[in-house]
C-alpha cells in the first residue's frame, strides 16, 4: 500500500487542510488517482500480473471517513473526492468486493440508518460521484461522435490544409480520450452490468434476439436457451401504475382535445401485463384505439393464440419499432388521412441500449400530442444502485434536449417481491440473472416542457 492510500484511509484527527495539501502533492507528482492498492502489491512484490480488482484512493474515503466528523471535517473529506475527480478518479471502478465507491457509501448508510451520529458526508460524497458519473457519460458519448466524423476531400488544395489540421485534430483527439478513460464510465446498456454475454447474444444483439426462441413459464418470458428474463410477474404494480400514467392525459385533455380520438401505444408487448391493464382503462373511451408494436415472432404468436388480433380497438403493429414508428410518421406526413397522434407512449422492449432510447426521442416529439404522456420501464441500470442514480440525472438531462421534462415517481420495490412463497425459492433461480437490485423504482413521467 502506498502513502497515497494511507492517506485516504484517515489515519490521524482532525482532518485538516493538510490532507488536501498531501494528496494534491501526491496528485501532481504523478501518481494516478486511480492507482489502486492492488497495484501498489503488485509493485511491491514485483508481480507482472494485472490486478483483477480496482480499489482505488475514492473507495479508501468511502470506507474510512468517520462518521462523527465535524462540518470543517467534511468540507475537507468532499475538496478531496473533489480533487480526485479533477485527476481522473473513477467513480465505477469495483474492488475485491465488487463494490463502486458509491456501493460502499449505500452500505455505511444502511448499518448507521438507526445510529445519532451525523453522517450527512456520506450523503454529499454519495452525489459527487452521482455528478461524476453522469459527466462521464456524456463525454464518452462526444468523444463517440468525434470519432465518427467523416473528412470528404474535395480537391488538392483542400486536401492540403486538412493535412496541416491533422496533428492537432489528432491530439485534440487523443486529449479526449485520455479524458474519457480516465472517468472510466460504464457502458451505455440499458442493464450496464458486467457483461458477460458476447455481443452477438440475445441479451446484447436485438437481431440475435428476434432470431432467438422463446418460451413463457412460471410467470415469466425467457430466452428458451440462455435463460434471459426478459418480463416477469413481479413487475404487475409497475406496469399498473405505468398504465395509470399513460392513459391519465387523455382524461385531463381539453374540451375539444377529448372530442378526438384517444390513442394508446404500448412498443413492446412482452407478457401483455400492461396491455390488459391499458384495455381496462380504454373501455370508457369508446373511439379509443390501442397500438402495440411488437417484433418478435414467438410473442406475435402468443398474441394471436390469446385473441388480441380479434379485439376491435387493437392495432398490431407486426415489426421493430425502428421501422414501424417510422412508417407511422411518414405515412401520417403524407398520406390525407387523419395523422395519428398519441396520449400515451409507453416503451419495454428487451435487448436494446440507452443509445436506442435516445433514438427513440426523435419518434416521440413526433408522435405525441401536445398533452401527451410518455414512459417507460425504468431499469437503466438497476442491478447496480450507483449506476440507476447516474442514469436517472442523465434521463433528465437527455429528454430536456428534446424539449420534454422529467419527473420520477418513487415506487418501493421491497425484497418479498422477489420470493416465490409457494416453491420457497427467489424468483431469479431460474434465470440467467438478475436484472433489478433497488430498492426503489423510478417510475418516469415525461411530458412536453411546455405542458
Known amino acids: 500500500m502506498s502513502e497515497l492510500h494511507d492517506l485516504c484511509k484517515f489515519p490521524t484527527r482532525p482532518i485538516d487542510q493538510s490532507y488536501i495539501d498531501k494528496l494534491t502533492q501526491y496528485l501532481k507528482d504523478g501518481i494516478p488517482a486511480t492507482y489502486t492498492i492492488e497495484e501498489a502489491y503488485n509493485y511491491i512484490n514485483n508481480i507482472e500480473e494485472e490486478p483483477t480488482t480496482t480499489t482505488t484512493p475514492l473507495h479508501l474515503i468511502c470506507s474510512h471517513a468517520p462518521f462523527d466528523i465535524t462540518k470543517e471535517e467534511q468540507e475537507i473529506i468532499s475538496t478531496m473526492v473533489e480533487k480526485l475527480f479533477e485527476y481522473g478518479a473513477g467513480w465505477s471502478f469495483t474492488d475485491i468486493n465488487n463494490q463502486t465507491p458509491g456501493c460502499i457509501l449505500i452500505s455505511r448508510r444502511k448499518e448507521r440508518e438507526n445510529k445519532e451520529e451525523d453522517g450527512k458526508w456520506m450523503n454529499d460524497v454519495y452525489q459527487q460521484i452521482i455528478d461524476a458519473g453522469v459527466r462521464a457519460e456524456l463525454l464518452l458519448r462526444k468523444v463517440n461522435e468525434f470519432?465518427?466524423?467523416?473528412?470528404?476531400?474535395?480537391?488538392?488544395?483542400?486536401?492540403?490544409?486538412?493535412?496541416?489540421?491533422?496533428?492537432?485534430?489528432?491530439?485534440?483527439?487523443?486529449?479526449?480520450?485520455?479524458?474519457?478513460?480516465?472517468?472510466?464510465?460504464?457502458?451505455?446498456?440499458?442493464?450496464?452490468?458486467?457483461?458477460?454475454?458476447?455481443?452477438?447474444?440475445?441479451?446484447?444483439?436485438?437481431?440475435?434476439?428476434?432470431?432467438?426462441?422463446?418460451?413463457?413459464?412460471n410467470d415469466a418470458l425467457i430466452t428458451k436457451d440462455d435463460k434471459d428474463g426478459v418480463m416477469m410477474a413481479w413487475e404487475n404494480d409497475i406496469m399498473k401504475l405505468a398504465s395509470d400514467t399513460i392513459t391519465s392525459s387523455a382524461s385531463s385533455a381539453s374540451d375539444s382535445e377529448s372530442e378526438q380520438e384517444v390513442n394508446i401505444l404500448n412498443i413492446g408487448f412482452g407478457m401483455g401485463i400492461i396491455d390488459a391493464m391499458i384495455q381496462s382503462k380504454l373501455k370508457s373511451h369508446p373511439n379509443a384505439k390501442h397500438y402495440i408494436c411488437e417484433a418478435h415472432p414467438d410473442v406475435l404468436q402468443k398474441m394471436k393464440i390469446d385473441g388480441w388480433y380479434e379485439k376491435p380497438n387493437v392495432i398490431i403493429l407486426e415489426g421493430r419499432w425502428q421501422d414501424k414508428l417510422n412508417d407511422l410518421l411518414s405515412s401520417s406526413s403524407s398520406s390525407s388521412e387523419a395523422s395519428v397522434f398519441f396520449d400515451g407512449i409507453y416503451y419495454d422492449t428487451f435487448s436494446e441500449h440507452y443509445q436506442d432510447m435516445l433514438e427513440l426521442f426523435d419518434i416521440i416529439v413526433g408522435l405525441l400530442k401536445p398533452h401527451g404522456i410518455f414512459s417507460f420501464f425504468n431499469g437503466l441500470g438497476a442491478d447496480r444502485q450507483i449506476i440507476y442514480e447516474v442514469y436517472k440525472n442523465l434521463l433528465i438531462i437527455d429528454l430536456e434536449n428534446y424539449g420534454l421534462n422529467c419527473q420520477f415517481k418513487e415506487f418501493n420495490v421491497p425484497n418479498e417481491k422477489f420470493w416465490n412463497k409457494l416453491q420457497d425459492k427467489s424468483i431469479w433461480d431460474d434465470v440467467k440473472r438478475s436484472y433489478w437490485s433497488c430498492p426503489i423504482y423510478y417510475h418516469p413521467i415525461i411530458k412536453f416542457i411546455d405542458y
Request: glycine content about 0%.
Open 147 to 217: 470519432e465518427e466524423i467523416e473528412f470528404i476531400e474535395e480537391d488538392d488544395e483542400q486536401e492540403e490544409k486538412e493535412e496541416e489540421d491533422i496533428p492537432q485534430l489528432v491530439k485534440d483527439e487523443q486529449e479526449i480520450k485520455e479524458e474519457a478513460k480516465q472517468e472510466q464510465t460504464t457502458t451505455t446498456d440499458i442493464k450496464p452490468v458486467v457483461i458477460d454475454d458476447a455481443p452477438d447474444a440475445p441479451s446484447q444483439n436485438q437481431q440475435s434476439y428476434l432470431n432467438t426462441k422463446l418460451e413463457y413459464i
